[in-house]
């Protein structure tokens, strides 16, 4: 996950050359294979729909792509039930699922209006973030913050409280300012925290489980240009200044690199210095070559921490400068499945140290960095971030391999530090877990009764969860 060139390209040569003149064989001397995939067609027909990682399908009996919104508010009473709406398919846990209807918002995309003064766009919720970017830009504007990856949808983004880092920036619903929102029976409603406050406070981070949000104002800010740097430290380092980091920098994260010892500080400030553009992505090379380093050295943390020292050593920093919507998000072409929750701040450097020392003691087969990234509070009843400024932890494990180990050996860590997990990234949370973590989750429950009193929006994993 950490694209830096020089860094990861360095490493992989040190591991390959390392490992040949040792004589050591690797610890790992086959490829492992595809996970097993389920059939294409089920006995009834239907077509198997996956999430992009994998590990997530069914067989819906119907898809559905409404190509306006009138067209959704008329028939949706009308679907096989479930409903459930997909975008990206970047969630992780069991949302999207379902043997009824599986909806898209494909058809409905694009920038509706704009306002100059106010610095705020109206867009489908269809529309794909690595869209946004360049249709702000065009009219002067910018979401200030972006999340790691640029597929998703804006309404996926938002119902599973999809977030960026910065000390003063919220999670992309925190910046959200009016919704639409077409109910079970068709009915659409126009909500913000003025009108209809509490369907526009229970929705705005709603699983899909209030209705369709068909729309979305966004507050944002003028265009700028922005600074990205990225460096390598010391893992210690990085965690003992991360206070620090938080406070100078507008945008800031790191990387901290299993079995290494290492981090790489990412950090993005506003500048008017010309543009630098970043390149190619390498974030694909950069992965492998930690995988090659795993392969090679598994067998032993000692070795594989001096290699990555080694190879890592003197490497200087690198930047890039250019509009901030083509530099905060990127392209993922490597599967994973992952792990991620938000924490109080205070309590966020001590998980990452009991996360680092239980993968580097039980897991060696883990090569993927773990992201550290930093939300401001919001006041959405069902966001993780809820009246709370948080620190992040993920956790990260290639497609192929296992991840169970996640809820076993990571989970109880984040959650014994009072984190609350992503709705998009894999936990084991049930209704009762999350009414404790959530301060206005029995009002947000009564909002979506009242708006879905049959359940036609529920598949069978929310309706252990929301209730």
Same mark, same amino acid.
């Given at each position: 996950?950490?694209?830096?060139?020089?860094?990861?390209?360095?490493?992989?040569?040190?591991?390959?050359?390392?490992?040949?003149?040792?004589?050591?064989?690797?610890?790992?001397?086959?490829?492992?294979?595809?996970?097993?995939?389920?059939?294409?067609?089920?006995?009834?027909?239907?077509?198997?729909?996956?999430?992009?990682?994998?590990?997530?399908?069914?067989?819906?009996?119907?898809?559905?792509?409404?190509?306006?919104?009138?067209?959704?508010?008329?028939?949706?009473?009308?679907?096989?039930?479930?409903?459930?709406?997909?975008?990206?398919?970047?969630?992780?846990?069991?949302?999207?699922?379902?043997?009824? $209807?599986?909806?898209? @918002?494909?058809?409905?995309? &694009?920038? =509706?209006?704009?306002?100059? +003064?106010?610095? %705020?766009?109206?867009? /489908?919720?269809?529309?794909?973030?690595?869209?946004?970017?360049?249709?702000?830009?065009?009219?002067?504007?910018?979401?200030?913050?972006?999340?790691?990856?640029?597929?998703?949808?804006?309404?996926?983004?938002?119902?599973?409280?999809?977030?960026?880092?910065?000390?003063?920036?919220?999670?992309?619903?925190?910046?959200? $300012?009016?919704?639409? @929102?077409?109910?079970?029976? &068709?009915? =659409?409603?126009?909500?913000? +925290?003025?009108? %209809?406050?509490?369907? /526009?406070?229970?929705?705005?981070?709603?699983?899909?489980?209030?209705?369709?949000?068909?729309?979305?104002?966004?507050?944002?800010?003028?265009?700028?240009?922005?600074?990205?740097?990225?460096?390598?430290?010391?893992?210690?380092?990085?965690?003992?200044?991360?206070?620090?980091?938080?406070?100078?920098?507008?945008?800031?994260?790191?990387?901290?690199?299993?079995?290494?010892?290492?981090?790489?500080?990412?950090?993005?400030?506003?500048?008017?210095?010309?543009?630098?553009?970043?390149?190619?992505?390498?974030?694909?090379?950069?992965?492998?070559?930690?995988?090659?380093?795993?392969?090679?050295?598994?067998?032993?943390?000692?070795?594989?921490?001096?290699?990555?020292?080694?190879?890592?050593?003197?490497?200087?920093?690198?930047?890039?400068?250019?509009?901030?919507?083509?530099?905060?998000?990127?392209?993922?072409?490597?599967?994973?499945?992952?792990?991620?929750?938000?924490?109080?701040?205070?309590?966020?450097?001590?998980?990452?140290?009991?996360?680092?020392?239980?993968?580097?003691?039980?897991?060696?087969?883990?090569?993927?960095?773990?992201?550290?990234?930093?939300?401001?509070?919001?006041?959405?009843?069902?966001?993780?971030?809820?009246?709370?400024?948080?620190?992040?932890?993920?956790?990260?494990?290639?497609?192929?391999?296992?991840?169970?180990?996640?809820?076993?050996?990571?989970?109880?860590?984040?959650?014994?530090?009072?984190?609350?997990?992503?709705?998009?990234?894999?936990?084991?949370?049930?209704?009762?877990?999350?009414?404790?973590?959530?301060?206005?989750?029995?009002?947000?429950?009564?909002?979506?009764?009242?708006?879905?009193?049959?359940?036609?929006?529920?598949?069978?994993?929310?309706?252990?969860?929301?209730?």
């Amino acid at each position: 996950m950490i694209s830096r060139r020089a860094m990861f390209m360095t490493l992989g040569a040190v591991a390959v050359t390392g490992g040949a003149g040792a004589g050591y064989v690797g610890w790992r001397a086959r490829e492992t294979p595809e996970p097993p995939s389920p059939p294409e067609v089920d006995a009834q027909g239907r077509l198997l729909w996956r999430n992009w990682s994998g590990i997530q399908s069914s067989y819906p009996a119907e898809r559905w792509a409404p190509a306006t919104e009138e067209e959704l508010a008329a028939a949706i009473a009308r679907r096989p039930l479930p409903v459930r709406v997909v975008g990206s398919g970047h969630s992780f846990m069991p949302l999207v699922p379902t043997v009824g $209807t599986l909806m898209t @918002l494909d058809g409905i995309t &694009g920038l =509706i209006a704009h306002d100059t +003064a106010t610095h %705020r766009a109206t867009f /489908f919720a269809g529309t794909r973030l690595g869209d946004v970017g360049p249709a702000l830009a065009a009219i002067g504007q910018e979401m200030p913050n972006l999340p790691d990856i640029n597929k998703q949808s804006i309404g996926g983004a938002i119902a599973t409280g999809t977030h960026g880092t910065g000390r003063n920036f919220k999670a992309i619903h925190g910046e959200v $300012t009016g919704l639409r @929102l077409i109910t079970a029976s &068709g009915e =659409i409603i126009d909500c913000s +925290a003025q009108v %209809r406050p509490e369907v /526009f406070h229970s929705a705005r981070v709603g699983l899909g489980a209030f209705g369709v949000v068909t729309r979305v104002e966004l507050q944002n800010r003028p265009l700028t240009r922005i600074l990205k740097r990225t460096y390598v430290a010391q893992l210690e380092d990085a965690i003992a200044q991360w206070p620090e980091l938080i406070a100078k920098h507008r945008n800031v994260e790191f990387y901290a690199v299993p079995f290494t010892g290492l981090a790489a500080v990412i950090a993005c400030d506003e500048t008017d210095r010309p543009v630098q553009p970043r390149g190619p992505d390498t974030d694909a090379e950069g992965l492998m070559s930690l995988k090659q380093l795993r392969d090679l050295f598994g067998f032993s943390n000692r070795a594989r921490r001096q290699m990555a020292q080694s190879a890592m050593a003197n490497l200087p920093p690198e930047e890039a400068v250019d509009e901030g919507w083509k530099l905060l998000s990127n392209d993922r072409p490597i599967r994973f499945n992952e792990m991620e929750f938000h924490l109080p701040l205070e309590t966020q450097m001590q998980a990452l140290r009991e996360v680092m020392q239980a993968i580097e003691t039980h897991r060696p087969d883990v090569f993927f960095p773990i992201e550290v990234r930093v939300i401001e509070a919001d006041d959405a009843w069902l966001s993780p971030f809820f009246g709370r400024l948080s620190g992040s932890i993920a956790v990260h494990t290639w497609y192929k391999d296992e991840y169970q180990f996640l809820h076993e050996l990571i989970e109880p860590i984040l959650r014994r530090h009072g984190g609350r997990p992503h709705w998009g990234k894999l936990n084991t949370l049930k209704a009762m877990d999350f009414a404790a973590l959530y301060p206005r989750w029995r009002d947000a429950m009564d909002v979506r009764r009242e708006l879905d009193p049959e359940g036609r929006f529920l598949n069978d994993y929310l309706k252990t969860v929301l209730s």
